[in-house]
């Protein structure tokens, strides 16, 4: 791959206004079909199933060539955005992104009103497209890695690695999964005192179980002693931690697309019942059966 050639500074700026202009430029055509939709039918706070919204904005968009879900998007942004408090120099993207936002119309002020994409993600409590830091990074990993099968690959790949494998060892519950696979039938050992053979590091040496601390068995590797094991958590916390995971990580990813403005009381009412409510029953559940 070639290295990046360096680049005039005067042309860049130029480059980066002439980009800026034109980001403002499709802002304000994304707003103007918002603005649209809501003079054909003003937000409806008694719901839109009922006044026809969804058919009017489906035959609006096939007749001007864009996607009713694009449409939708624009004026949901439009609702959350009136026009007294919209400013030039915010992209359509970032006023998206901050739309779920109570405190947005403070919030966009933040940056000088100079906001990237990754920042108003963070803002928003959205993963950034560009993760920095190790938590970013992990969670993005974890995005993409949906089936078990592609997981398994990926953990088996990185294993290879010797710092990798001793890291996870390390940790109590990480060893209890790995018992746990062991006994639904896993072909390898992993077990305390083991060495374990693995021809395809080049290293095949025969696995050998050290009885006693400090005990040397014949033809294996000389090992330390063996110190006092923690007690692992049980396996049903492990399997609980890893629910709360699994949900938090979905959640982030459905938020983001929930036209929460256009929601009517009925639907409003019913998510507070049906998720609210079951959500935090669950939660003080749960709390009062660890904690007391």
Sequence with gaps: MGSVPEIDPIKWDGWVARGRELVRSETDIQFELGDLTLEMIKAQPSGFEDHGVH?????????VGLAPSTLAGYRHVAIRWPRETR???????IYKVLSSLEDRFTRINQYGGVWTVNEAMRAAGQKPKYPVSAQERVDHVRDFLHE?????????????RPQVAEEVMRDPSSRHILRTAEKHGLDYLVGDGVVVDDDEMGEPWAATTIDEPGQEASGARPTAPVAAREQDPPREVLELIGVCTTFYSRIQR?????HVADYDTNTRAMLSAGVGHRFWSSIISVWSAVFG
């Design 148 to 160: 078990d099968s592609d997981a398994a690959h990926v953990v088996m790949d990185v294993l290879r």
């Design 55 to 63: 058919d009017l904005l489906a035959r609006y968009a096939e007749a």
């Design 87 to 93: 400013t030039a120099n915010v992209s359509f993207t």
């Design 254 to 258: 459905m938020l983001p697309e929930l």
